[in-house]
């Protein structure tokens, strides 16, 4: 008995005192200018302090979890349309606690163009 209080008071004195890893949560959305969901989409934060890439892949609903540490300056890349990419500079601070960031990423089609009165011929 003694040996069982000796180890739950080992356990809880742990739990109570342990501070929060060096890194952060971070919750990546991707949607376009109507909130519409991107899935799939795949996004790196690249760290300019130690050059580590933390990447991750949206999901249905257009967001993804990604665990990076905190303090530092990342270069965000992700693709915007077909094989083109986009980097944006993302500043993570040193906050204390277990933290959940949120980064969130709005994709803008170009301007729409209707045709009219354009026929084509087509198996000449």
């Known amino acids: 008995m003694k040996y069982l209080l000796l180890l739950l008071s080992i356990i809880l ?3 109570v005192f342990a501070q929060p890893g060096p890194e952060l949560s971070i ?3 991707f949607q376009t200018d109507t909130k519409a969901p991107r899935p799939d989409q795949p996004v790196t934060f690249k760290s300019r302090t130690t050059q580590l890439e ?5 999901n249905q609903a257009g967001s993804c979890y990604l665990r990076i540490p905190r303090n530092d300056i990342y270069d965000v890349t992700y693709q915007t349309f077909g094989t083109q990419t986009k980097t944006e500079k993302a500043d993570i601070p040193n906050m204390r606690g277990e933290v959940t960031l949120s980064y969130e990423i709005t994709f803008t089609f170009g301007p729409r163009v209707t ?5 084509f011929e087509s198996g000449k």
Do not use: Q
């Not at 933390?54 to 949206?58: C, D, L, R, S, V």
């Not at 045709?115 to 026929?119: A, D, E, H, S």
């Open 54 to 58: 933390y990447k991750g892949t949206t």
């Open 13 to 15: 004195s742990t739990s």
């Open 27 to 29: 919750k990546v959305i």
């Open 115 to 119: 045709l009219r009165g354009v026929n």
